[in-house]
């Protein structure tokens, strides 16, 4: 059976039908208590996917006017503020083209409807400063090797590199696909999507499952092996070898050009069955290695990496692919190894048209971050897509928003940039009682702005540990310069405050002086 990935549910229009507002219900307070005995932390990765690609979220559909387009973007942006997300995981370059002013390649057809026009303004440049603005983190979503969702190569627009080069691209399956065995293209699409990275203010750089489409000679790149092949046991090895190149190779230029962007993959979720490897997880479902050359527990164990978030798109106890088999198998390839690992969540199959019984369970989808938090090496979770975390139909987002994010989460800090250098500690200059709540007035020190606060309220004066986990955080409010302004409306008279910087990277400073609500 084959891994049900984003290769199986790329459900265009059916999906962006899904744009049709649906009401969106109330949360418990950022300050609600912790339950069942849960420390919440404090730092999660909380995303989810805005897919692009046939204009599955955003756009809705292409032509829309620049004004239309920007609002849409902002009600996501809504959304993920009311289910409690910290980023957002955008698709920027879905099909050999672009969402911002691309020397390399066109812009998208899934912004005007014609590939190559331009929209009107910088989508790129809007996304990220709206998203900040909401004290989010911003991760951009490319595609590297998928060149158009349609077969003939005559319909890319006559500028497209694929038009100028005929013998990078290969069609396949009704797609068209750059060739990953052509030393040339793997250089040029890492310059297509380094493009972005060194000229935006981007958080990170992200891939889904899309390698190689398939393990097949009918993917005809026999030319391209016969020339580069030499050395290698068979088309398979120098195919996996190819897409190792890209991982490797993107990670030593996200370093060089900004260390501070988080670089990571999400894959399909079996990197290989126990049956055909003793090191494969204890399932029965499509390998990534063998069927999409794309060998991602080696990446982790090598370090290319700065975080993985396979996606585990099954429901506890399925016979083929168990939920609660691939976590531990997951926890233990990324234990000791300084990856992250995320866990890419189906919120598309709850409640679907189609699924089995188990996914109109409501408490399935609780029921994998419940069980997530056995296991230490999961720092979060990515949801897919944004249209079912907004649709809900079961109402299981709500339930699971309701029990695992009672606090607010820093997003996560990775291993290697842990040592920089933090924020200044702020001043919390004031904690007035009013008529509605208390306001508190935070003033930045130093030269830098930071890119959010952190707010923790107490019942008395800190004591060791209050600033470890997310038990006393009640809010994240976004620095939009030097000094800033938060009401807390559930604030009293014994209510004592601190306030830490949180730069973009999520290194924290130490915490303000307390003021005590007057």
Request: no cysteine.
């Amino acid at each position: 059976m084959s891994s049900p990935t984003r290769r199986t549910v790329l459900r265009g229009l059916a999906l962006a039908a899904a744009a049709s507002a649906a009401p969106l219900p109330a949360f418990a307070s950022a300050a609600s208590p912790a339950t069942g005995g849960y420390v919440p932390p404090l730092r999660q990765m909380r995303g989810m996917w805005i897919a692009s690609v046939v204009n599955i979220n955003w756009p809705s559909k292409p032509g829309l006017t620049v004004e239309q387009q920007k609002a849409e973007y902002l009600a996501w942006l809504d959304l993920a503020q009311v289910r409690k997300l910290n980023s957002v995981f955008v698709q920027i370059r879905p099909t050999a083209d672009a969402f911002w002013p691309s020397p390399y390649e066109p812009w998208s057809e899934y912004l005007t409807g014609t590939q190559g026009q331009d929209p009107g303004y910088d989508p790129l440049a809007f996304l990220v400063e709206e998203t900040h603005r909401r004290g989010l983190t911003f991760h951009a979503w490319f595609n590297p090797y998928r060149v158009s969702m349609q077969p003939d190569p005559a319909k890319l627009h006559p500028d497209h590199p694929g038009r100028k080069h005929p013998d990078w691209i290969i069609p396949y399956g009704g797609k068209i696909y750059y060739n990953p065995g052509l030393p040339e293209v793997r250089a040029f699409v890492q310059d297509a999507m380094m493009d972005a990275v060194t000229r935006y203010d981007i958080d990170g750089l992200h891939f889904d499952d899309y390698f190689y489409p398939v393990n097949t000679t009918a993917f005809d790149d026999a030319a391209a092996f016969a020339k580069y092949g030499q050395g290698f046991p068979d088309l398979a090895a120098w195919r996996r070898n190819n897409v190792d190149l890209l991982v490797s190779e993107m990670q030593q230029r996200v370093l060089a050009a900004k260390p501070e962007v988080a670089w990571g993959i999400s894959p399909s979720g079996i990197w290989r069955n126990k049956s055909t490897d003793p090191l494969g997880s204890d399932t029965a479902g499509g390998q990534s290695y063998d069927n999409l050359h794309a060998d991602t527990r080696g990446w982790v164990k090598k370090g290319w990496l700065d975080y993985i978030a396979p996606q585990i798109y099954w429901y506890i106890g399925q016979s083929n692919a168990d939920y609660a088999k691939l976590v531990p198998w997951w926890s233990g390839v990324a234990a000791g190894t300084g990856t992250e690992l995320w866990i890419g969540q189906a919120a598309y199959k709850a409640g679907a048209a189609g699924q089995p019984a188990e996914w109109f369970r409501p408490d399935e989808l609780t029921n994998h971050l419940t069980l997530n938090r056995s296991h230490p090496e999961v720092g979060g979770d990515i949801w897919y897509n944004s249209a079912d975390v907004r649709d809900d139909r079961i109402g299981s987002v709500t339930r699971t928003v309701a029990a695992h994010y009672t606090r607010p989460a820093l997003p996560p800090l990775l291993p290697r940039l842990a040592h920089g250098r933090a924020p200044e500690r702020p001043v919390l200059v004031w904690a007035k009682r009013g008529s509605g709540g208390v306001e508190l007035r935070i003033q930045a020190r130093g030269h830098e702005t930071p890119f959010q606060y952190a707010v923790f309220r107490l019942d008395g004066p800190a004591r060791p540990g209050d600033f470890d986990d997310a038990r006393n955080l009640v809010a994240l409010v976004p620095a939009t310069g030097k000094q800033a302004r938060w009401v807390d409306p559930e604030g009293g008279g014994n209510s004592h405050y601190y306030v830490t910087a949180v730069d973009r990277v999520s290194r924290q400073s130490a915490p303000s002086d307390v003021r005590r609500a007057h």
